[in-house]
């Protein structure tokens, strides 16, 4: 994301859903709306990472494509009268005399219909009339004239009213989908309990708070913007940032991020990052950029909706000049006809197919703590055939803990070993030293203390000079022996990191340090498994330890000792082995490899900016089966969009027939184009209701393909 990019205020993100795109090259304004290459334009989808474009550039979403513009739509009470009068206009028609008087009131109130539920969209049609633009508003505009010049004036007015209605409801559906985002924004609070410099605590507005202020979260109250426990312990509920359910215990120097809810008692922080650069803000700035760039699936659907709208308004003029003079229509029935082939005209339940589903997917992955950073990478998903995982940080947690001990014959290598250790900040020494437990104070007095690079550290103990280190120093003291080498075998076969303690006597003691699996890694592999992905590993730690690692996650692949450039290759060669292949890792090592990668995951990245600009997908939290959820969601959502496509073309290509043999009405046609927006919009709706969190069996899995 740029650096540009900053929130201004609680507006909601700009979620443009478009509908009825003028008759123009529909990829030209994809270019003029999005900077970026996308997937599906015959460019790799990596190079949009730098391109996206800034949605809270764009105007707000009162219209959703030229003539399609919601503002001009009168409220309930005018739809409603106007509704009234286009009824009585209906009925007058029907049932009153074949007089002038009772016709001339009829067309009195149709027209009062009309201005009623339609006069702002009849207004706005005939702009874009004059503008060359076929929208349809436009296209509304003139079947209403044209039915009124040939005295289909109740037909008029009661097409007028049923579209604003139609309008209406469909606004408020579109509105959920865009409120499943901007919802985002209500999390993180207006104001915060400052401490001020002469002790006192004062509410003031977030964004008045600068780096480095304290401020105080009371149990119940959300967390105002990024920082660090400073005093008081709690559990936070940080589901709204990483789709994790269970609340967090946090302490003194856990980091705590806007928009999380405290659980249980007050927390004091240090603030780490301003209003406008907290890792909700960045969520929100992400999300909105994810829906600017349009998916693959929706610019071959906007495409084919320019092309469309104009060949049924040639076919409309066609049928309405050429039928009465070649096959001996009568003028009226042909002109009518061709008006109902204008209102059929309209792909508004076309385009809204893709835009509402896309949306819907991406803020329901963002409730998970999935950022998709776009629909293309949404819909490509699905496609996945390989993840290659990074080890370190990744499958495993990153951090060491002492896993394994063992005593070669001194009873005081417990009580010096952790007496060295803790004077030590070496991430193994700190795991040993943790792994030993507490100590209550009591610990041997270490003088002398020093630390040798690339080998341990040394220090006096009771008047013996005691050593901590790696088998390389060992054997440099001449203390490798076959008991130590023996005691060690078993340790190094499991991949783990060994840290031997001695003094002059020899070798006293060893302690196997080991980098964790997640929790969840090998529930995540297995759903890979089951959705028909290969698992890879690709590591630049050393053989023993990758192999025992994969092995323990149950991956059969393995590629150790690699450089980032090394990873990058073995990423390509994937690609041609395996077809389309994501690369899961931590977005800083492994960048590289995520931008070879056709997807890129990076994981548990709270709170980094790094994994945010580099990776395509998210995951906002170390949960590995996220990147399986991910799949199964692209799944699913490619599964609405092609249901919506052939809802939409099915329902027009029904009454064009119809229209074509005398057999629909313009009220009829009406009814089919704005009842397949609803149904499509509402199918939509359905990625927001019901969840992709249950792991399906393998079958259901291997059908959504």
Request: glycine residues 10%; charged residues 20%; proline residues 4%.
């Amino acid at each position: 994301m740029s650096a540009e990019t900053t929130t201004t205020g609680p507006v909601g993100p700009r979620i443009s859903l478009s509908c009825c795109p003028v008759a123009e090259d529909a990829a030209a304004a994809d270019q003029a709306r999005c900077s970026g290459k996308h997937a599906g334009d015959g460019e790799h989808p990596n190079g949009a990472h730098a391109g996206h474009a800034h949605a809270g550039s764009r105007a707000p979403d009162r219209q959703h494509g030229d003539g399609h513009d919601h503002s001009v739509l009168p409220g309930w009470a005018r739809i409603a009268a106007g509704l009234l009068a286009a009824t009585a206009a209906e009925l007058l028609h029907l049932l009153g005399p074949d007089t002038w008087p009772w016709h001339a009131g009829g067309m009195v109130l149709a027209a009062v219909a009309i201005v009623l539920a339609g006069l702002g969209v009849y207004q706005s049609g005939v702009r874009s009339l004059m503008r060359g633009q076929l929208g349809i508003s436009a296209l509304m505009a003139v079947a209403v004239t044209g039915a009124f010049a040939i005295g289909q004036w109740p037909e008029a007015a009661m097409v007028m009213a049923l579209y604003a209605l139609a309008e209406r409801i469909e606004q408020g559906a579109v509105g959920r989908a865009r409120h499943a985002i901007g919802a985002l924004l209500a999390l993180s609070p207006d104001r915060a309990d400052r401490l001020g410099a002469d002790g006192q605590w004062r509410s003031v507005p977030a964004t008045d708070v600068a780096l480095g202020d304290t401020l105080r979260i009371r149990p119940g109250g959300r967390v105002p913007l990024d920082g660090s426990v400073t005093r008081g312990a709690s559990a936070v509920d940080e589901s709204s940032v990483t789709g994790e359910s269970l609340a967090v215990d946090k302490t003194l120097g856990d980091p705590l991020f806007a928009g999380t809810l405290n659980a249980q008692a007050e927390l004091e922080m240090r603030v780490t990052a301003a209003s406008g650069h907290t890792t909700l803000d960045r969520i929100i700035r992400a999300v909105e950029e994810a829906q600017a760039t349009r998916a693959p699936t929706q610019r071959l659907v906007d495409r084919f909706a320019a092309v469309y709208t104009p060949a049924v308004f040639a076919m409309a003029v066609l049928v309405a000049v050429g039928a009465p003079l070649l096959l001996g229509w009568a003028w009226l029935d042909a002109i009518y006809r061709a008006l109902v082939l204008l209102v059929i005209a309209c792909p508004c339940a076309l385009v809204l197919s893709t835009p509402v589903t896309v949306v819907s997917g991406l803020a329901v992955a963002a409730r998970r703590g999935i950022l998709i950073k776009g629909g293309a990478w949404l819909e490509l998903a699905r496609g996945i055939r390989a993840v290659a995982f990074d080890k370190t940080g990744t499958i495993t947690t990153g951090r060491p803990v002492l896993v394994g001990q063992s005593a070669l014959g001194s009873d005081a290598a417990h009580d010096v070993a952790l007496a060295l250790a803790s004077r030590s900040d070496h991430p193994v020494s700190q795991a040993i030293a943790q792994g030993l437990g507490a100590h209550d104070g009591n610990l041997p007095e270490v003088s002398d203390f020093t630390a040798q690079a690339g080998r341990g550290v040394e220090g006096r103990v009771g008047g013996e000079r005691w050593t901590l280190g790696n088998r390389r120093w060992m054997r440099e003291q001449g203390l490798w022996t076959e008991t130590v080498a023996a005691a060690s075998a078993e340790h190094e076969a499991q991949g783990r990191s060994l840290t031997f303690l001695a003094e002059r006597g020899g070798v006293r003691a060893l302690f196997a340090v080991a980098d964790t699996l997640r929790p969840q890694a090998i529930e995540a592999v297995a759903e890979l498994r089951a959705l028909g992905i290969t698992p890879i590993m690709l590591t630049g730690d050393h053989g023993a330890a990758a192999q025992a690692a994969a092995r323990a996650a149950g991956i059969d692949e393995v590629q150790a000792d690699l450089l980032p450039e090394h990873k990058q290759g073995a990423i390509a060669t994937l690609q041609k082995l395996h077809g389309m292949t994501a690369m899961a890792g931590d977005g800083i090592n492994d960048a590289p490899a995520l931008a070879q990668a056709d997807i890129g995951f990076a994981m548990g990245a709270a709170g980094t900016d790094v994994a945010m600009e580099t990776a395509d997908v998210v995951i906002m939290n170390d949960d590995l089966r996220r990147v399986a959820e991910t799949v199964r969601l692209s799944r699913r959502t490619h599964q609405v969009l092609v249901q919506n496509i052939a809802l939409a073309l099915g329902i027009k290509l029904v009454f064009l027939a119809l229209a074509l043999a005398g057999q629909a009405t313009m009220w009829m046609a009406v009814f089919a184009d704005m009842g397949a927006s609803l149904l499509v919009v509402a199918n939509g709706l359905r990625m927001l209701r019901a969840e992709p969190v249950q792991r399906r069996g393998q079958g259901a899995d291997q059908k959504n393909r």
